[in-house]
């Protein structure tokens, strides 16, 4: 079953940044928070991971607050191409342990 | 790197009829995929996890018989939908786990199967 709660859209103005709540308030200490995201009709695509640190890469930040019980996920200059819907998915990090999606964030970027 | 590949893309067959949808790792080892579906407007759901060389453990609810999961090699697993019926139209997406020790799940484009 998903852990996590995510409001089921948001809209974001072309170029500035979005900004995704996740709430994961059952979270163990040993599970990362991973986020997804899917094009209509693709498969998803990884955006990035953390444990507790702040994480940043060439796609996101993601924002893990000190309890963690919840992140943020930010698109620092959304695109139009970030129109998609956004998963936050928790989980141990071990070979083998499974996915479950939740019903995700879908996010429409407006020019 | 981390390319996942499915095949066929989409597929239209008839009511009772069996297909098959391949899912490859191309640039790297999984010892570990996992099949999803996804019916519209909805999020994905796993269906069961496949292990090379072992059979498939799968979700509650999902009939084993009816999905058949092959994980033959590290780069190759199949899934069989016997007997397909119009409720098996869906959209299937594998997913594929590096053998050494990425965290993240790498995802196919998906296949879109019509049973008519």
């Known amino acids: 079953d998903a852990k996590t709660t995510q409001p089921p859209s948001m809209d974001c103005a072309e170029g500035r940044a979005a900004n995704l709540p996740c709430n994961h308030s059952?979270?163990?200490?040993?599970?990362?928070v991973y986020w997804y995201r899917q094009i209509h009709s693709q498969g998803p695509q990884y955006i990035i991971h953390g444990l507790k640190n702040n994480e940043t890469n060439e796609m996101a930040s993601l924002i893990i607050t000190e309890d963690r019980k919840s992140s943020t996920l930010i698109l620092p200059h959304a695109t139009l191409r970030d129109t998609a819907v956004y998963y936050c998915i928790v989980r141990v990090a071990q070979t083998g342990n499974q996915f479950y999606f939740g019903t995700g964030t879908s996010l429409t970027v407006i020019p | 790197g981390a390319v996942v590949s499915q095949h066929p893309s989409w597929v239209i067959c008839k009511s009772g009829t069996s297909v098959k949808i391949e899912c490859r790792s191309l640039d790297f080892q999984a010892t570990t995929m996992f099949w999803y579906r996804q019916f519209p407007k909805q999020s994905l759901m796993l269906m069961a996890t496949?292990?090379?060389?072992?059979?498939?453990?799968?979700e509650q609810g999902v009939e084993k018989d009816k999905f058949l999961i092959n994980h033959a090699s590290l780069t190759l697993s199949t899934l069989t939908v016997t007997s397909a019926h119009p409720e098996d139209s869906s959209f299937y997406i594998c997913?594929?786990?590096?053998?050494?020790?990425?965290?993240?799940?790498?995802f196919g484009p998906g296949t879109r199967l019509t049973v008519l």
């Open positions: 997913s594929a786990r590096a053998s050494t020790g990425y965290n993240e799940q790498f």
């Open positions: 059952t979270i163990s200490g040993n599970e990362y």
């Open positions: 496949s292990n090379e060389g072992s059979k498939a453990t799968y």
